[in-house]
């Protein structure tokens, strides 16, 4: 009892009181405020989300369901300024940042709301009608129905074909659900169908829905405020781990169309109407399309660029985690002062170096925010690649 | 439309030959005039005789219609065609006649048309009919579109329609299928609003609550299917069940003991609900005993001063004096729980309460007979055994993540590397290795001795001629810039817009159907039956079509002929890369089945 207790101060009062937290603010040149240096707090955080190194499937061609719950909890004010628009606000950000990691997926989007499930959008590629729609009306009222979310998203799910990866994922605001029948059967019935439902629960832990992921083999987590449902939410923008047994192994074909020249007129086939220069030809059938990726119109076969499938490819071959490197009190001649990736010194307070890390193929050194940037935007290592 | 022709055989039975001779039909009417002028077949049927029409498929033996008169004996008008495409144009033909008049005869007398589908007989219902009829009369595009490839026996209605389910397929139907679960509020807990200056307490009833009181309280619900209608209306029942619930309320049990010793069916609501207090005696023998009571007792502090639960405000109080039934909050929430886990067991539209009282006493009565013994015992041993398992000791138990092999990718491409330098290396006559690194030394003075030549001399071998360089980039430039100069200055109008009307409407349709046909076209491969086969040799035959079509449109001398030459030059390619895509399927076949003399797989 007396560790926990250090001289009757709780931890809290021991950042004011020895920490002396207040110092750490300091002003810049025109007397405003700096910001405090949270620096080792986010790349300590960053750590945690790397995953260990085995080589495991990871579903690159995605068919998510995002889950919106419209009942009367969500009018909830403990989200400012409600919960629902925090949701939709996190949930825009997620779309954008799903397309961006995850370029041959598709998204839909379903409500609940009074008791039963509306679907808002069909399950498309393109992130600009998602979000038009999602922004369109929000309004809550009503009870949220589990059972009846997962029956609407398993209909539809399952006419899917079959090297696609089904997925839900659920915002759930309220505290219970309503269901016209047993939801065990539900979630029997959607994990025969290979679906994987994940939720993110902004009021409580609810045993329900932790059977569900349980069950299906999604993951379930709670926020604890704004920033941290946004943290969770894009924390399911990267591809999951496949799980064994729903995994299917096909080969799928695929058109890599060119660019059409600017003088070009053709009618396209998404629109109906002519499209002067650029857009893209089908090369099995010809027909134009006007932005990649997508889905041939009049063939069917799926058309994508070059770059849509590299930025699917790092999510396999992620760069090795890079080894931390402790203070080295010691200034030694050989070793660079300067972090590689950008230039900046390593150098702080003295002679001692700041946190740094080095990558362990090239042995560069890079600085914390460059460490950050090359694991999760480049997905390539500098230092590598210079040398071959 | 309105009349059609063919030739085809009639019969009274599937098995017959058929006398050969010529149908017509008719908006109200379809003849049969026999070839033989001798016979005596002749037949004069009003469409409004025929109930419905059975077809063949496609592929089978005989093209056959069969006109049925009454669907249950199944007579009717059997006509044998020459081929399918006659056969399906008569039954477009005639399925529209008969939408036609069903939907009229269906406003009048409401007679649910279903016939019943035998095996290899499709179907169409009177609605999907007049859905598709709607949506043809609602677009025009669709119905020209329509028009020409299914009159024109290169689509069948069937396919036409298969593309087009999302049209059809009404979504609303999809959600109206969800039902409801019972509203976790706590509805047959109902409140009053009271008028502050009469003394009137208004109650308010909607179907939803009254569904909720019948599921929860049992004895009420009873006491419903009892005296109403025989003894009283419902709304003097629902008077005097507000009545015991505002009595219930108040507390008085002394008013509410007077009341019920007058009112013998407002008794009925103040006592005890027995067929609850009969369920709780039976639950209780069949308790689950992985429940742990020990951990609810340190958690009751309802008991102690200043604590517990209140209801409305006010403190519970138990009267034991008189039989009127006291019922705790607690045991209220209970009840309602139990029934809203227990799910919503009917299905039907809240509306008249007294089929809402006798559709609960039906699934009551289904549910009763239901549960055995044998399943609740089974029911038991799986729970226990599933909670015998403390979960906080056990270990995540997630699905294990599939592994991930993919081969070193280098060694794919140096495999193709491989490749391409063996394919080079056949032509050129060996190959030999040049080492071409150079140390720092050797570099630097390669490079001092360039830049003192180029100094010198300057560049005299540049990789492109100046002036040709000069007059590509400016041919360029001008063809880029021509189209969009002269068609980018009025951002609002199109290409199109500049054509003459009749033009533009030309093109617009042979691109619709062109897009139509090419879907079909991509669709229908691989080839696997004949009946795909023959899909493909129709489709390719209006492509054919429409391609000297748009020939003779671009060759058309016309102000705009450049602008509709650019126009359909896209077009052209897509149909050229069907025939090209259909001739090589063609030879594979032709290699594949050599001594096949048609080339096609059955």
Not at chain 1, 52 to 70: F, P, T
Not at chain 1, 163 to 176: F, K, W
Request: aromatic residues 8%.
């Amino acid at each position: 009892e007396e560790e926990e207790e250090d001289d009757g101060m709780e931890a809290w009062e021991r950042a004011y009181a020895d920490e002396r937290s207040w110092e750490n603010l300091q002003e810049d040149e025109s007397g405003l405020l700096r910001p405090i240096d949270t620096k080792t707090l986010v790349h300590a955080q960053y750590r945690r989300r790397l995953l260990a190194a085995s080589r495991i499937q990871k579903g690159l061609i995605r068919y998510l369901y995002l889950v919106i719950d419209l009942s009367r909890a969500a009018s909830e004010t403990d989200y400012r300024p409600s919960r629902m628009v925090a949701v939709a606000k996190c949930a825009e950000a997620f779309i954008r940042e799903f397309f961006d990691q995850n370029p041959l997926s598709h998204v839909g989007l379903v409500t609940i709301k009074d008791g039963i499930s509306h679907r808002l959008t069909e399950i498309g590629g393109s992130p600009e009608s998602q979000i038009k729609a999602l922004m369109g009306k929000l309004e809550c009222s009503g009870d949220a129905s589990l059972q009846n979310a997962l029956e609407l998203i398993h209909g539809y799910l399952s006419q899917i074909p079959s090297y696609g990866h089904r997925e839900v994922l659920i915002l759930y605001s309220a505290l219970n659900t309503c269901d016209p029948g047993d939801i065990m059967e539900t979630i029997k019935k959607c994990k025969k169908a290979k679906i994987r439902c994940s939720v993110i629960g902004l009021s409580a832990e609810i045993f329900i829905c932790k059977h569900v992921c349980e069950e299906t083999g999604g993951s379930y987590t709670v926020a604890l405020d704004e920033s941290h449902f946004k943290e969770l939410l894009l924390e399911h923008a990267p591809p999951p781990p496949a799980i064994a047994e729903y995994a299917a192994a096909n080969l799928i074909k695929m058109g890599f169309p060119q660019r059409g020249a600017e003088g070009v007129i053709a009618i396209c086939s998404c629109h109906k109407d002519v499209k002067i220069g650029g857009g893209y030809t089908c090369p099995r059938c010809k027909a134009r399309v006007c932005e990649l990726p997508t889905e041939c119109r009049i063939c069917g076969l799926t058309l994508v660029s070059s770059p849509h499938l590299a930025r699917s490819y790092h999510h396999l071959f992620p760069v090795t985690p890079f080894n931390e490197v402790s203070s080295v009190f010691k200034l030694s001649q050989k070793l660079a002062q300067t972090c590689f990736g950008c230039q900046q010194s390593l150098v702080s307070i003295g002679t001692k170096f700041a946190p740094h890390v080095s990558c362990p193929k090239c042995n560069q050194r890079f600085c914390l925010d460059c460490d950050i940037y090359i694991h999760e935007s480049l997905h390539n290592c500098p230092g590598c690649e210079s040398q071959r | 439309m309105a009349a059609i022709t063919m030739a085809a055989k009639y019969k009274t039975t599937v098995k017959e030959p058929g006398i050969p001779g010529v149908l017509k039909m008719m908006d109200d009417v379809f003849a049969f005039t026999p070839n033989d002028p001798r016979s005596a077949m002749k037949l004069k049927v009003d469409f409004r005789n025929i109930k419905g029409h059975k077809f063949s498929k496609d592929g089978s033996k005989q093209a056959l219609l069969n006109l049925t008169q009454d669907p249950e004996k199944g007579g009717g008008y059997i006509f044998e065609f020459n081929n399918f495409t006659d056969r399906n144009a008569c039954r477009d033909f005639v399925g529209k006649v008969l939408g036609k008049f069903q939907a009229l005869a269906s406003k009048q007398n409401d007679q649910p048309v279903s016939e019943k589908s035998t095996v290899s007989v499709e179907q169409l219902s009177t609605t999907e009919m007049e859905r598709r009829m709607k949506l043809l009369r609602e677009d025009s595009e669709l119905q020209k579109l329509h028009k020409e490839l299914v009159f024109g026996n290169i689509l069948t209605e069937s396919e036409f329609w298969a593309t087009r389910k999302n049209l059809l397929d009404d979504d609303y139907a999809r959600i109206s299928k969800q039902r409801t679960g019972f509203k976790s509020a706590m509805l047959a807990d109902i409140r009053p609003s009271t008028d502050g200056r009469t003394n009137k307490v208004t109650f308010s009833l909607t179907p939803e609550i009254i569904h909720q009181i019948f599921s929860e309280k049992p004895a009420v619900h009873r006491a419903f299917l009892n005296f109403v209608p025989s003894k009283m209306t419902e709304k003097d029942f629902w008077t005097k069940y507000c009545r015991a619930e505002y009595l219930h309320r108040t507390n008085n049990s002394v008013a509410a003991a007077a009341e019920a010793a007058e009112d013998e069916e407002l008794a009925v609501f103040l006592k005890h609900d027995d067929i609850l207090a009969e369920e709780a005696r039976r639950k209780i023998r069949r308790v689950d005993p992985t429940l742990d009571m020990e951990a609810d007792l340190g958690d009751d502090y309802t008991h102690l001063p200043d604590h517990g639960i209140l209801r409305d405000g006010s403190k519970e109080t138990t009267d034991a004096e008189n039989d009127i039934a006291r019922r705790t909050l607690a045991q209220d929430v209970n009840r309602h729980a139990s029934v809203v886990l227990e799910g919503r067991a009917l299905d039907i539209e809240l509306g008249d309460t007294r089929t809402v009282a006798e559709a609960l006493a039906r699934s009551k009565q289904e549910s009763s007979a239901d549960k055995s013994d044998e399943n609740a015992n089974l029911e038991r041993q799986e729970r226990v055994s599933r909670m015998t398992e403390i979960e906080d000791l056990q270990a995540t138990h997630s699905l294990p993540y599939a592994e991930l092999c993919i081969k070193d990718p280098r060694e794919y491409f140096d495999s193709q590397q491989v490749n391409a330098l063996k394919a080079l290396g056949s032509t050129v006559a060996g190959s030999r290795t040049i080492d071409h690194s150079l140390n720092t030394e050797e570099a630097y003075v390669y490079l001092l001795n360039e830049i003192s030549e180029v100094k010198l001399q300057g560049l005299h071998n540049p990789i492109v001629q100046s002036e040709a360089a000069l007059k590509v980039l400016s041919g360029l430039t001008q063809q880029i810039s021509s189209t969009r100069y002269n068609l980018g200055k009025n951002p609002q109008e199109s290409v199109l817009d500049r054509l003459p009307k009749r033009t533009k409407d030309e093109i617009m349709l042979h691109w619709t159907s062109i897009q139509e046909l090419l879907r079909h076209f991509w669709s229908s491969y691989p080839i696997t039956t004949s009946y795909l086969y023959n899909k493909v040799l129709r489709l390719k035959s209006a492509m054919t079509d429409i391609y000297q079509k748009l020939k003779a449109i671009k060759d058309v001398q016309s102000d705009f002929r450049h602008q509709i030459s650019l126009l359909i030059q896209p077009m052209l390619q897509a149909l050229d890369a069907a025939f090209a895509h259909y001739d090589a399927e063609e030879n594979k076949h032709s290699k594949k089945n050599g001594a096949k003399p048609n080339g096609f797989v059955q």
